[in-house]
């Protein structure tokens, strides 16, 4: 039984890098975006969160020469059972994006919103998290992203330093 769902598994994975080497994208393709990804989130002190999620959407506003800017909004929850929290953060932003080969477009983002640290008597933070990825195309609207971003939530009293990573699929939804 193990080896059929391997053979299957490689299968699927074989299958997939084929139909991605016919997949092409320019920067346009990228005007309308949406995505889910997983997020791991890492707080100074040596903590980590649970893996949670991520939702996204861009829209293209500007290009300048081979570049794309794209305005974009996000939501993320993250658990952190070392002390009890779920961390809800808000963000919005401008990437920038441009198409490396036909198939592989990187972006670097900054994004400015707010994170709710999710304690009895919880409190909320200002979030500035510059960040990076790439999109790697594997079917006609189907993309595999990834994400590294450094959020620094800026409380009343505190400011921790964050890291971030993020995998999970992206929609290129073509002009807008």
């Given at each position: ?5 391997v053979y299957?598994?490689?299968?699927a994975?074989l ?6 080497d016919a997949?092409q994208?320019?920067?346009?393709d ?7 990804k997983?997020?791991?989130l890492?707080e100074?002190?040596?903590?980590t969160g649970?893996p ?8 293209g506003?500007?290009?300048?020469k ?10 993320m ?5 070392d002390?009890d929290?779920?961390?809800k953060q808000?963000t ?5 994006g441009?198409?490396v080969t036909p198939k ?6 900054i994004?400015?919103?707010v994170q709710n640290?999710g304690?009895?008597?919880s409190?909320t933070?200002f979030?500035v998290m510059?960040?990076g990825?790439i999109n790697?195309a594997?079917l006609?609207?189907?993309?595999v992203q ?8 800026i409380?009343?009293d ?6 971030r990573?993020?995998?999970g699929?992206a929609l290129p939804?073509?002009?807008n």
């Open positions: 039984m193990r080896m059929r769902c299957l598994m490689a299968s994975l299958f997939l890098t084929a139909r991605a997949q994208r320019t920067t346009g990228y005007d309308v975006e949406v995505g889910a997983y997020v791991t890492w100074e002190g040596g903590y649970t949670g999620f991520l939702v996204e959407g861009g829209f506003v500007w290009t300048l081979r570049w794309r800017v794209q305005a974009i909004g996000e939501l929850v993250v658990r952190f059972d002390f929290a779920t961390y808000g919005g932003g401008l990437r920038f441009r198409m592989v477009r990187a972006f670097g983002q994004q400015f919103g640290d304690f009895l008597n409190n933070a979030v510059p960040g990825g790697y594997l006609d609207k189907l993309d990834v994400m590294l971003d450094v959020p620094f939530a409380y009343d505190n400011t921790f330093n964050q890291f990573f993020a995998v699929i939804l073509g002009g």
